[in-house]
């Protein structure tokens, strides 16, 4: 019997290859013309001198929707050398999490990626639990970087404690601007590579 299907498997590869491609291509122009459009939110915009939407993305786990982060620098920005650099990761929470699950999942990343003495850790944990209020979907947590000063964080625009120390802002923030992050297509977006 002869297959009456429409198409065969080589042209409906190509076809769903054309569609994803277009989807792609769309999603980027979308995400190139968004960034240039979002205004900078005002603790950024006081903190980050001509602050603009660096990159954005979206992080997911087994498919859900985690948070949405975005990078806010000013021109000229470059990911490898981001210690050197004052900007701003703003992170939007699409689920509720409790601050102190919030601060544990920060150490274990910031641990994954250099050796953390056990003091040391237990000292940044014991900090950003105070810095990092539980959130709710929708809340925004945001951490400024200014090289040689505090980590500021802002919960919903509204300052929380401060995280003295350039061993703790470049492992914080390394989370998700390191070339070892864990992270690494998130990372690409927010960086804008590939843009």
Same mark, same amino acid.
């Given at each position: 019997?002869?297959?009456? /299907?429409?198409?065969?498997?080589?042209?409906?590869?190509?076809?769903?290859?054309?569609?994803?491609?277009?989807?792609?291509?769309?999603?980027?122009?979308?995400?190139?013309?968004?960034?240039?459009?979002?205004?900078?939110?005002?603790?950024?915009?006081?903190?980050?001198?001509?602050?603009?939407?660096?990159?954005?993305? !979206?992080?997911?786990?087994?498919?859900?929707?985690?948070?949405?982060?975005?990078? /806010?620098?000013?021109?000229?920005?470059?990911?490898?050398?981001? !210690?050197?650099?004052?900007?701003?990761?703003?992170?939007?929470?699409?689920?509720?999490?409790?601050?102190?699950?919030?601060?544990?999942?920060?150490?274990?990343?910031?641990?994954?990626?250099?050796?953390?003495?056990?003091?040391?850790?237990?000292?940044?944990?014991?900090?950003?639990?105070?810095?990092?209020?539980?959130?709710?979907?929708?809340?925004?947590?945001?951490?400024?970087?200014?090289?040689?000063?505090?980590?500021?964080?802002?919960?919903?625009?509204?300052?929380?404690?401060?995280?003295?120390?350039?061993?703790?802002?470049?492992?914080?923030?390394?989370? /998700?601007?390191?070339?070892?992050?864990?992270?690494?297509?998130?990372?690409?977006?927010?960086?804008?590579?590939?843009?």
């Amino acid at each position: 019997m002869r297959n009456t /299907w429409p198409f065969t498997r080589r042209a409906w590869c190509l076809a769903a290859g054309s569609a994803l491609l277009a989807d792609h291509v769309f999603a980027t122009a979308f995400a190139v013309s968004t960034a240039a459009a979002m205004a900078p939110p005002t603790e950024v915009a006081v903190s980050v001198s001509a602050a603009r939407l660096q990159g954005r993305g !979206t992080l997911r786990y087994f498919g859900l929707r985690v948070y949405e982060a975005r990078l /806010w620098a000013g021109p000229g920005f470059a990911a490898e050398s981001y !210690t050197e650099q004052t900007f701003a990761l703003e992170l939007e929470y699409a689920r509720g999490f409790a601050g102190g699950a919030i601060a544990q999942r920060s150490i274990d990343e910031m641990r994954r990626s250099a050796i953390v003495a056990n003091g040391q850790a237990r000292e940044w944990q014991a900090a950003m639990v105070r810095a990092f209020p539980d959130v709710a979907p929708g809340d925004r947590l945001t951490g400024i970087h200014a090289p040689g000063a505090a980590t500021h964080f802002f919960h919903n625009g509204r300052p929380t404690t401060p995280v003295a120390g350039p061993e703790f802002a470049r492992l914080f923030f390394g989370i /998700w601007l390191a070339e070892n992050t864990s992270e690494p297509a998130l990372r690409r977006q927010l960086i804008g590579a590939g843009l």
